[in-house]
């Protein structure tokens, strides 16, 4: 043994068992050494032989030997010579608390894991597993084969949107994981966000600019809901009407303008304001307009 592997097994040690106490809750007391891998292989052999393939065994993360599944499931030591399984602890049994406790000693700082602490996700009790699973092989660990299968294995309303006339591609049914171009984090980031519902952007706007730019540039004739919020006309998922749209035109007009110098209000089914594309017809610059005669948004 050399002079310097003493002390690097010295704070090897006291840096697992910092995190060990830290599981308080798991009730596990450190039993003053690692179980190697190779001894969880004589009960557990295609557990331990998959775990050579996971970011975390390919990381090397834990500063010590073998495949450092005490680093999450704690001292071992009584388990693997009794093969108790009350002698161990799974994160998907324990306290909620404790366990996602567990994974962000590690992961503090990943995306947006920093505003996990009174997010929505953590507040509604959501364990880190209940999205990742360690021992799942996915991309990213996700308990799901597809991201968007798993947001919407739990956000069903969000599932139905998806389906329906007008939508972002979420969904693309000729992909073999029927995964599209947008997933949820395109727009949220489910960790944690300053925004409002989980939107990793500074406001609702900001986020649809990132991809629609032109709607974002300063117009001489601005229609002021627009650069106010996208929300107040659109859905985010999905519409049964054109452009993801809210209501249907007229009736979404209708919400603002009863009252003009034309009939805009109570419109009969046959009436030049309501057909077809009804108020689109006329002003089809809805967005706003550098005409300069665009005042009424027409060209
Ligand atoms: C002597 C055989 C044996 C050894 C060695 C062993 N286990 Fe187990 N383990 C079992 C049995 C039996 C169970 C319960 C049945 C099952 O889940 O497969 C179990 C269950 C578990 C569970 C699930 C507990 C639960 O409540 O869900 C974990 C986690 C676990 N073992 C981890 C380990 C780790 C890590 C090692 C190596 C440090 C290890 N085991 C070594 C036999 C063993
Ligand atoms: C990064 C954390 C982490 C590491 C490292 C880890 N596990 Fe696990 N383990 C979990 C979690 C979380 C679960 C709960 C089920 C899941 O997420 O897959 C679990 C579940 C288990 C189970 C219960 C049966 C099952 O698959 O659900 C066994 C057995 C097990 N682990 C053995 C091991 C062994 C052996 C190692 C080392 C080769 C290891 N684990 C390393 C986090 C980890
Ligand atoms: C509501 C579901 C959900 C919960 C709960 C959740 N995650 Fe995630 N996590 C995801 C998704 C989805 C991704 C992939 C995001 C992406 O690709 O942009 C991810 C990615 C990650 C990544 C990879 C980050 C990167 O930069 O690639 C880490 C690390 C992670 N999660 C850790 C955690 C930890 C730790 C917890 C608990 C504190 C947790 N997650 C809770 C859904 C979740
Ligand atoms: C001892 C430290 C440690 C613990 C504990 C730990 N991780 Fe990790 N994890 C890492 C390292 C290191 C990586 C790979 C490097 C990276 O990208 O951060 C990683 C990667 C990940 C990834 C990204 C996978 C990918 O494909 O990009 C996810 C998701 C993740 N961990 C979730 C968890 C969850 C959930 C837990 C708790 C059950 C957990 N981790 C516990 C150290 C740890
Ligand atoms: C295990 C169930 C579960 C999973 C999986 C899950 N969520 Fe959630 N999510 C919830 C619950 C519960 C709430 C709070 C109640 C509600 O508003 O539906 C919530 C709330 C939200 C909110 C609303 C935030 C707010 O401030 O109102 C968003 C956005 C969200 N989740 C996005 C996602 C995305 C994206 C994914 C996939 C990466 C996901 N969720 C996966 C359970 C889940
Ligand atoms: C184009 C950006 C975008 C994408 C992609 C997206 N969302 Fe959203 N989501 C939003 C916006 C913006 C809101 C806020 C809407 C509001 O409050 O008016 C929202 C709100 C939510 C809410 C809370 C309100 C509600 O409808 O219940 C949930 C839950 C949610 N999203 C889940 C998801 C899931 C799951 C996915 C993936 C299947 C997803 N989102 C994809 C932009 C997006
Ligand atoms: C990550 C990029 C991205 C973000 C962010 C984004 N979109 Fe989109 N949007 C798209 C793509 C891609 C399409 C489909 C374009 C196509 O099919 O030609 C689309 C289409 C649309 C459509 C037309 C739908 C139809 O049926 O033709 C509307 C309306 C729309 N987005 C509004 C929004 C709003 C509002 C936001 C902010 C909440 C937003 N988008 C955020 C990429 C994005
Ligand atoms: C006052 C209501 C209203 C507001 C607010 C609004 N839109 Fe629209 N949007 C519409 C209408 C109506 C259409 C359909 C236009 C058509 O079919 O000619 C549309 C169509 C779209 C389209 C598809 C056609 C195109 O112009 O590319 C996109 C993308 C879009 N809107 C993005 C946005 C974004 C991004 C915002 C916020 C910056 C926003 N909208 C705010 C009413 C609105
Ligand atoms: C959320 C409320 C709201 C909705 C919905 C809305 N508008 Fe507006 N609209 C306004 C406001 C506010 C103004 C600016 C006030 C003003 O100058 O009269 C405006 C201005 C206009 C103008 C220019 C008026 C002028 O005198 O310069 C036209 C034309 C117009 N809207 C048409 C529409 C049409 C068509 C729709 C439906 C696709 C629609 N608006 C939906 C609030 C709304
Ligand atoms: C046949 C073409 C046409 C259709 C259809 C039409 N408009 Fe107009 N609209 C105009 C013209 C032209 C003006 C300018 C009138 C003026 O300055 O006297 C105008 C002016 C307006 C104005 C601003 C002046 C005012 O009245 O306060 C608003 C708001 C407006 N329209 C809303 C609507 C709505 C809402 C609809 C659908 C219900 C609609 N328009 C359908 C042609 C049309």
């Not at 007008?166 to 995964?179: A, I, L, N, T, V």
């Amino acid at each position: 043994m050399t002079k310097r592997s003493v002390p690097k097994k010295l704070f090897v040690l006291s840096a697992l068992t910092g995190f060990l106490l830290s599981l308080g809750a798991l009730a596990f007391a450190v039993d003053g050494g690692q179980v190697q891998g190779e001894k969880c292989k004589d009960c557990h052999a295609a557990t331990v032989d998959a775990f050579a393939g996971n970011v975390h065994s390919k990381a090397g993360a834990y500063g010590f030997a073998g495949a450092g599944c005490e680093s999450c499931h704690g001292a071992a030591t009584a388990h693997a010579a009794s093969g108790d399984p009350a002698a161990i602890s799974n994160p998907a049994k324990v306290d909620v608390e404790a366990a996602s406790a567990g994974c962000l000693n590690c992961h503090s700082k990943g995306k947006g894991l920093t505003l996990w602490h009174g997010s929505i996700h953590e507040a509604q009790k959501l364990a880190c597993v209940a999205c990742h699973k360690i021992h799942g092989g996915n991309d990213k660990l996700l308990a799901k084969k597809t991201e968007t299968e798993l947001c919407i294995s739990c956000h069903t309303d969000v599932r139905a949107d998806m389906f329906k006339r007008s939508k972002h591609p979420m969904r693309d049914s000729s992909s073999p994981s029927g995964e599209g171009k947008m997933t949820c984090s395109s727009c949220h980031n489910v960790h944690g966000a300053k925004g409002e519902k989980l939107i990793s952007a500074n406001s609702f706007n900001d986020k649809c600019y990132e991809c629609h730019q032109e709607k974002k540039a300063p117009l001489l004739w601005e229609h002021s809901p627009v650069k106010e919020d996208c929300m107040t006309c659109h859905t985010p998922h999905g519409s049964s009407n054109d452009k993801m749209l809210v209501a249907k035109v007229p009736r979404l007009c209708q919400q603002c303008h009863m009252q003009g110098r034309h009939q805009t209000g109570a419109l009969g089914p046959n009436s030049t304001y309501a057909v077809n594309r009804g108020c689109l017809n006329c002003h089809s610059q809805i967005h706003g307009t550098n005409n300069p005669s665009g005042t009424v948004l027409q060209r």
